[in-house]
């Protein structure tokens, strides 16, 4: 199987994450699960086996919590020196009318959001450049191709994501390791509980599908579903003296 | 929450407003949920019931959709353990691969293991393995009051034979230990018969009951009633192993979709006559001998998506006796007269001879005897009270109505049918209930039902 056949996953128990694993489970992947709820990691992890998995080991993380994030990297690469798959899939959607004016609710949305990933990242660059092989892939967002008023907090964060996985592309490239960057747009999962679900939310079951091909397929940047470039392209080309007068 | 949300039954009547839908993650998150929900509340699977028994107008739906997990599997007994919300899809998905199938399924892969034991369903082997809950070992029960209850044939046998076949109205059924069945691939040996009156078709059953391990048929019904013809399906899992992997699964709708509600002329009496012309001389011999996937021999329907458009917005009602075994299926027979009387064309007619096995629910619905399932389009009230001419006759016959499917039958036949309903009624959550309950189940209906 061409695929990646150890994972370790941030955010295993996100949503999207799931129906991602699901699929690799099936081709009998062994996983390194890191969430911050143990019952949930025991419960995904029962899953994931009845499903095909190899070895499922798990971690308790909080991207909050610095030494968590230490523990969780030491503790997958003891357990699988050889690993060559790192998924980061967790998040949280700032509310930004609050974030507008508590700026420790803003820094807790950039910590857990942008900062604790880029410290994963780095943390776990070592060991992919000395393998020299391996697959990174990180779930960014479409809302990180423009800011707008509704959600700049999350979408500059997401910017940030994207930015920092593009430079961590050509910096791994030369040592034959690849990273993916994953922008979905809407999807229906406990982190848009609150919207309306209009004809432009997927379900998360069809993102999955879509992030397990990119990654068999070693794509760099994927919009899921497809259609998400074009709306994100049409949005980007919007001259900014006009956007800056329209509500988005 | 305070939204108006509309959620549909699959029969897409009747149109109900809910108070809204509370969506637990995490088994802990249920237990929250009914904690701090205001009644009524309803578990609800993939909402392919037809009626309302998965509608609760004014409150709220629990959905299962992610309770979808597995929690265990031992190989060497076959039993699963599952949360509630995993589709018997995603089951096949998993299983068939490693040489497991069902104990039992429906017309439809797309229902979740709750809705099964919560309608304690039967599928084309009744007369061979019973009832879906006859192959449950054990589930656990959430009650709002933040009890749970472990239920199984030696703990808490009253509680189990409440919530199989129980409606819902029992708890919430977290998860589930299901005995799977082994096979040797995907494959169905199918050979399908023709018949040209009811005698044939009890012949055909009687001599296929101990030999095949799938019956069903499916009947011509706009002819008058002595020269009912059909096909008679009977099929066997097959020894032959899977040719290639992709065999192992089935596939998913993908486009084929009924994209917008049908024209009501779709529906109509010379479209269904000749629908069935084309059906019944599809096959041209009288008997035909076949190997099939899994897919086609148990789901046909399933392989266009939002079928149920078929029948306009209005929706459609499906009608499903079970009578007890009688001479010269007189009461089959004088339902289907009552029907070509009346001229009600219906495009699936099924017919199946239930086997004796009894069924483990309090609220059950099959017992030994055949049944026969139709689906009409909703035209209003000259229907219903051709349904209800039916329901009488059912009745007298000591016979019942699927709950499953109803929308429309009155108090009073569901209570006389359901003899247990009295001692059923102890187990029933404070907090919960459904459209289709306070509609017939409540015990004040009975003087007022008819
Ligand atoms: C095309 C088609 C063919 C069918 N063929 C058959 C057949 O051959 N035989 C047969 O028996 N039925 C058949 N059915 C009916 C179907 O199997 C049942 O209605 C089944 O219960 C639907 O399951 P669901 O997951 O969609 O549940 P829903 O319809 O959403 O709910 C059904 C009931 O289960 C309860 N429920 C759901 N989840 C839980 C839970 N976790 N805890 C407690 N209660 C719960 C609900 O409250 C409700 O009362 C068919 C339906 C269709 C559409
Ligand atoms: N849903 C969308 O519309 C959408 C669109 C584009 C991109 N995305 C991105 O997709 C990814 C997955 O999101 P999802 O939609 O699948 O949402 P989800 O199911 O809500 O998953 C979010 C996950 O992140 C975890 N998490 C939150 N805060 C954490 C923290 N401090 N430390 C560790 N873990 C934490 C959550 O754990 P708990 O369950 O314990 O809280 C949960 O497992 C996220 O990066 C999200 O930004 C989502």
């Keep these: ?248 | 929450m305070k939204c108006n949300m509309n959620f549909e039954s699959w029969g897409r009547f009747p149109k109900v407003a809910h108070i809204g839908e509370l969506v637990p993650h995490t088994i802990r998150k249920v237990g929250e949920y009914l904690d701090s929900t205001e009644p009524p509340v309803l578990p609800r699977g993939l909402g392919r019931s037809y009626g309302d028994s998965c509608l609760n107008e004014g409150g709220y739906l629990l959905s299962t959709r992610h309770l979808n997990k597995f929690l265990g599997f031992n190989p060497d007994s076959g039993i699963v353990r599952c949360e509630s919300g995993v589709s018997l899809d995603e089951l096949l998905q998993v299983f068939v691969p490693k040489g497991w199938f069902l104990p039992v399924t429906p017309g439809t892969k797309y229902v979740t293991i709750g809705g099964a034991i919560a309608n304690d369903i039967h599928g084309k082997n009744h007369h061979k393995a019973g009832t879906f809950c006859n192959h449950v070992v054990c589930f656990e029960l959430e009650r709002s009051d933040g009890s749970r209850i472990l239920c199984s044939r030696d703990n808490n046998h009253d509680w189990f034979r409440a919530t199989a076949g129980g409606l819902g109205l029992t708890g919430v059924l977290l998860w589930a230990d299901i005995v799977l069945k082994p096979v040797h691939g995907p494959y169905i040996d199918m050979e399908s018969i023709k018949f040209e009156n009811l005698n044939e078709f009890s012949r055909i059953s009687a001599e296929s009951a101990e030999g095949f391990e799938y019956t069903v048929s499916w009947l011509d019904c706009l002819r008058d009633a002595d020269k009912i013809r059909g096909i008679f399906m009977r099929g066997n899992h097959s020894e032959k192993t899977s040719e290639k992997d992709s065999d192992m699964l089935h596939s998913q709708p993908g486009f084929a979709s009924f994209p917008f509600d049908a024209p009501s002329v779709l529906l109509s009496n010379p479209t269904i006559k000749l629908f069935n012309f084309l059906y019944y001389n599809k096959q041209r011999g009288k008997s035909l001998k076949s190997r099939v996937h899994y897919d086609p021999f148990f789901y046909p329907l399933d392989k266009v998506a939002h079928w149920n458009r078929m029948y306009g917005t209005r929706g459609f009602l499906q009608w499903q006796c079970v009578v007890p075994p009688a001479d010269d299926n007189k009461a089959i027979k004088m339902i289907l007269e009552k029907i070509t009387e009346n001229k009600l064309g219906s495009f699936l007619v099924v017919l199946k001879e239930f086997g004796d096995t009894e069924a483990q629910g309090m609220l059950s619905f099959p017992i030994a005897g055949t049944t026969l399932a139709l689906d009409f389009p909703n035209t209003g009230q000259r229907l219903f009270d051709i349904l209800d001419e039916l329901d009488k006759l059912v009745i007298e016959f000591g016979g019942r109505i699927y709950p499953a499917k109803d929308a429309r039958m009155a108090g009073s036949t569901f209570q006389k049918a359901f003899p247990l309903l009295d001692n059923f009624r102890k187990y029933i959550d404070p907090k919960f209930s459904s459209s289709f309950y306070r509609r017939v189940g409540r015990h004040d209906l009975l003087s007022g039902g008819d």
């Excluded at chain 1, 990273?179 to 309306?196: E, N, Q, Y």
Aim: overall charge positive; hydrophobic content about 40%.
């Design chain 1, 1 to 248: 199987m061409a695929g990646i056949n150890k994972i370790a996953v941030f955010g295993a128990c996100s949503t999207i994450a799931y129906e991602t694993l699901k699929l690799f489970a099936k081709d009998g992947a062994a996983f390194y699960l890191c969430d911050r709820d143990e019952d949930e990691l025991k419960r995904l992890s029962g899953d994931l086996s009845v499903r095909g998995a190899g070895d499922v080991g798990y971690s308790v993380f909080n991207a909050l919590d610095e030494r968590s994030i230490s523990e969780a990297v030491e503790n997958i690469l003891s357990k699988h020196p050889d690993l060559d798959g790192l998924f980061i899939a967790y998040g949280t959607l700032p509310d930004q009318k609050r974030c507008e004016t508590d700026i420790r609710e803003m820094n807790k949305a950039f910590t857990i959001n942008f900062t604790s990933t880029a410290s994963i990242l780095t943390q776990m660059a070592d060991h992919f450049v000395k393998q020299k092989h391996g697959t990174i892939a990180v779930i960014s967002s479409v809302a990180g191709d423009r800011g707008r008023e509704s959600n700049y907090v999350y979408g500059s964060v997401k910017s940030a994501l994207t930015a920092f996985t593009s430079g961590l592309r050509q910096r791994l490239c030369k040592a034959g390791v690849h990273v993916l960057t994953i922008k979905p747009g809407m999807v229906d999962t406990p982190m848009t509980a609150d919207f309306k679900k209009g004809i432009l939310f997927s379900q998360p079951d069809v993102i999955g599908k879509g992030i397990y091909n990119a990654i068999l397929k070693k794509k760099n940047i994927v919009y899921l579903p497809w259609f998400w470039r074009w709306i994100m392209f049409i949005i980007r080309n919007i001259p900014e003296r006009i956007f800056k007068k329209i509500t988005l």
